[in-house]
């Protein structure tokens, strides 16, 4: 990694356009706000995320009447197919994977006719110069007026490929030119593979598009429960009073999952959960649990202070690593009574992978609020269940009163239950009726689901929504992803020199390798039993 706390504040030229975005959470903001006529082309659109979430969303939209009436929905990959082809196979997608079952048929008719498909490779100049002509027809039959977001959902070693080719063909409007139409791009994590490629990738998007037309999407900040953290936080006077070192012993941030890593062999080998879920999921956990209050809401005040946040991150001590990092991978086992198979048994992925499928991490945050307080972090694949939350455990009462014999005196743990399952729990503790008074810990629990009886919407369908309107409040910042990236590569590097000597070191099924148990028990703390 190259000296480089100068470069992320020289590259980023246009942060400041994010200004205008108004906040999601400011009260009201969506109402009356109208979604412009537009075109959405989907760059990997044979791709898994396509079929899984992206199709699905915009189904959802148009149930909703969220979606423009002059609307279109290109795919654009490399396989040769028919737009009635790609019609099917995004039929059938829908049906497995939309939140919203059965489908509806005569809803399905209409929007079938807004959704085409374009075969080119990604690095084609006629490809890109037909494409410009189709969406420009497109524009002509439908109403679309030349509006275009951009969905880069490839794998990341094309993101500069496609960026330079829709330069190139005018399918980027310069917006110091162009004010009646807009043209966004969308790009998925992750954004780089490390710092220096952040940096990279940054600048190189900066030569091409302006700040405000960059999404880059980090879809955890689309779940409604990920927002609701910060309305959790400061829309109650109770909390901020004790959220902080003087209260908090420690914080968790979980992200485990049962499944494996599916189809998608080829991108985690050169991903690695890190990359994949700790240097975006994990990390605006951490930020929005850690946060100060923003000045305002709007979607820079956020992001600035988000920002700080990983600027006080201690870097990781590589003298003692083992104390603050443990990596593992998964052997085969049992998931809900089923044999799984190993990470090195899965489709293109080497026999003798070293890539990691669990991170667990402890960290500090250097400044006044969190002084001392421990975070530790841990995600991965084929764990015993899906379960994203945060959890922040208070410390002890003073062993005074009721810490005597037998007693013993749990610590109140706050639970923010991200998905499944989404809600929050306090444990306090709570004396048994009954003459002997011996005490317990009992939970105060809210539950999405029974409190407000709805199905969240999917976080995509709320970014791309807000990608139409040209919000990016709820989109990472080019800072933002650097600053992690940042932080995160030093314990890439540390990986890369030396490979693991006992891979795979947890079976499927189970909470992860022995050494994360360990990292904690150092400590006297243990992980949460979820
Ligand atoms: C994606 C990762 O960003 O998030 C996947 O690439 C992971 O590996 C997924 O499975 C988890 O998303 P969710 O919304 O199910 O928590």
């Known amino acids: 990694m190259q000296n480089h706390s100068r470069n992320i504040s020289d590259i980023i030229v246009d942060q400041n356009n994010s200004a205008t975005f108004q906040s999601p959470l400011e009260e009201g903001s969506k109402s009356g706000r109208v979604v412009d006529p537009c075109i959405v082309v989907i760059f ?48 059938d997608a829908v049906s497995q994977f939309s939140r919203v079952k059965p489908l509806d048929e005569n809803l399905w008719s209409s929007f079938m006719n807004q959704i085409y498909y374009h075969t080119s490779n990604f690095d084609e100049d006629e490809g890109y110069e037909a494409l410009r002509k189709f969406l420009d027809d497109l524009d002509k039959q439908l109403g679309t007026k030349g509006n275009r977001i951009f969905y880069l959902s490839t794998q990341p070693s094309f993101f500069p490929t496609i960026i330079e080719h829709l330069g190139k063909h005018g399918l980027i409007y310069d917006t110091n030119k162009e004010k009646k139409k807009w043209s966004r791009v969308i790009i998925e994590k992750p954004f780089g593979h490390d710092y220096d490629s952040g940096i990279e990738l940054q600048q190189f998007v900066l030569n091409h598009l302006a700040e405000s037309q960059i999404f880059r999407i980090d879809h955890y900040l689309g779940k409604e429960t990920v927002q609701n953290i ?35 062999g080829a991108f985690y080998e050169e991903a690695g959960i890190l990359r994949d879920i700790v240097q975006n999921h994990v990390m605006q956990l951490l ?5 100060e209050p923003p000045a305002s809401l709007n979607a820079k005040a956020i992001r600035d202070e988000k920002v700080k946040v990983l600027k006080a991150l201690r870097p990781i001590d590589l003298s003692n690593f083992n104390d603050y990092v443990v990596r593992g991978q998964y052997a085969p086992g049992y998931i809900n009574g089923e044999n799984a198979i ?28 969190w002084a001392g307080v421990p975070f530790y972090l841990r995600a991965g694949k084929r764990l015993p269940k899906r379960a994203t939350e945060i959890a922040v455990t208070f410390k002890q009462v003073p062993k005074i009163l009721f810490s005597q014999g037998e007693q013993k005196i749990e610590n109140n743990v706050l639970v923010i239950r991200i998905q499944p399952d989404e809600g929050i729990s306090l444990r306090t503790n709570c004396k048994v009726p009954g003459p002997s008074s011996p005490i317990q810990p009992v939970k105060m629990e809210f539950r999405y689901g029974s409190y407000f009886g709805l199905t969240p919407p999917e976080a995509y ?57 360990e990292m904690l028990a150092r400590d006297g703390r243990a992980w949460r039993l979820i």
């Open 461 to 517: 369908e709320r970014l791309i929504c807000d990608c139409m309107l040209g919000d990016g409040t709820l989109f990472a910042r080019g800072d933002e992803v650097l600053t992690s990236w940042e932080w995160i590569t030093p314990i890439l590097e540390r990986w890369h020199e030396s490979l693991p000597s006992d891979f795979p070191n947890y079976q499927s099924g189970t909470w992860g390798p022995k050494a994360a148990d």
């Open 342 to 369: 190993g990470y090195r048994e899965e489709n293109n992925v080497s026999p003798k992978s070293s890539m990691e499928t669990y991170a667990a991490i402890k960290l500090y945050i250097d400044n006044w609020r």
């Open 44 to 91: 990997g659109a044979t791709g898994d995320l396509t079929a899984r979430k992206l199709l699905p969303a915009l189904y959802n939209l148009t149930r909703e009447g969220q979606l423009p009436s002059h609307f279109a929905c290109v795919g654009f990959a490399r396989r040769q197919k028919t737009h009635e082809q790609f019609r099917d196979e995004m039929r």
């Open 230 to 264: 910060l309305v959790f936080r400061f829309a109650n006077s109770i909390f901020e009073a004790f959220w902080n070192n003087h209260y908090i012993d420690h914080v968790q941030i979980t992200v485990g999952e049962e499944i494996g890593i599916g189809t998608r």
């Open 287 to 291: 930020c929005l649990t850690a946060m």
